[in-house]
C-alpha cells in the first residue's frame, strides 16, 4: 500500500493503515530527531510527531508527498525540545552505512577512516544551528534543496545558503576531502 491509500484508509479509521506509514518512516523520523539535536531523547520526539500527524492528517494536503510532512513534524517536535531543555544538543550521527570501505585486516585503513569520521562529525557539531540543520538534512537524511526546506520550513533560498556557508566552514575545519 502506498502513502496516498494509507492515508485515505488512516482517515477512514484504518489503524492498520496508519501502523503501515509509522512502520515505513519511523527509522528516518528517528534518524531526523536524532541528528537535528534530540540526542537520547529522540524516540520520545519521534512518538510525539506521530501522534500529531496522526491528529493533524485530516489537514495534510493530499497532493503533497507525506515524508517532508511528518519530517517537517519531527523537525518542530526537536526544536521544541531542544528549546525547552535551554541548551544546544549534542549532535550525534550514525555513519556505518556512509564509513570509509577498509578491509577487516587493515588495522591504518580502519583508524584512519575512523580518526576522518570523527574529525567529521565534531566539525558538523561546532557548525552554527542554522548551517548544521541544512548540511545534515541536505547530507546525511539525503533530502532536495525542497524537502529540506519543507522539514526546516524555510525558503529554498535560505536552505542554499546556509547549505553553502556550512559546507565552507567544513572545508575550512577539515579540508576539501569532506565537503
Known amino acids: 500500500m502506498d502513502d496516498d491509500e494509507a492515508i485515505a484508509r488512516s482517515l477512514d479509521g484504518d489503524l492498520a493503515a ?5 512502520a515505513r518512516y519511523s527509522a528516518l523520523a528517528h534518524r531526523t530527531a536524532y541528528m537535528l539535536g534530540a540526542g537520547d531523547e529522540a524516540e520520545d520526539v519521534v512518538q510525539e510527531a506521530f501522534v500529531k500527524a496522526f491528529r493533524h492528517l485530516a489537514s495534510f494536503r493530499r497532493d503533497a508527498p507525506f ?5 517537517r513534524i519531527v523537525a518542530n517536535e526537536t526544536h521544541n525540545l531542544t528549546r525547552s531543555r535551554g541548551r544546544r ?3 550525534a550521527l550514525r555513519l556505518g552505512a556512509t564509513a570509509d570501505v577498509a578491509a577487516p585486516d587493515d588495522p591504518e585503513g580502519t583508524a584512519v577512516a575512523t580518526d576522518r569520521r570523527t574529525r567529521l562529525l565534531a566539525a558538523v557539531r561546532a557548525l552554527p544551528e542554522r548551517e548544521r540543520q541544512a548540511v545534515v538534512c541536505r547530507y546525511f537524511l539525503q533530502l532536495s534543496e525542497a524537502e529540506t526546506a519543507q522539514v526546516l ?8 545558503s546556509s547549505t553553502h556557508r556550512g559546507l565552507a566552514r567544513l572545508r575550512e575545519e577539515v579540508g576539501n576531502e569532506f565537503a
Open 18 to 22: 496508519y501502523e503501515a506509514l509509522v
Open 153 to 160: 520550513d524555510w525558503p529554498v533560498g535560505t536552505v542554499k
Open 89 to 91: 544538543a549534542e549532535l
Open 67 to 71: 515524508r517532508p510532512w511528518l519530517l
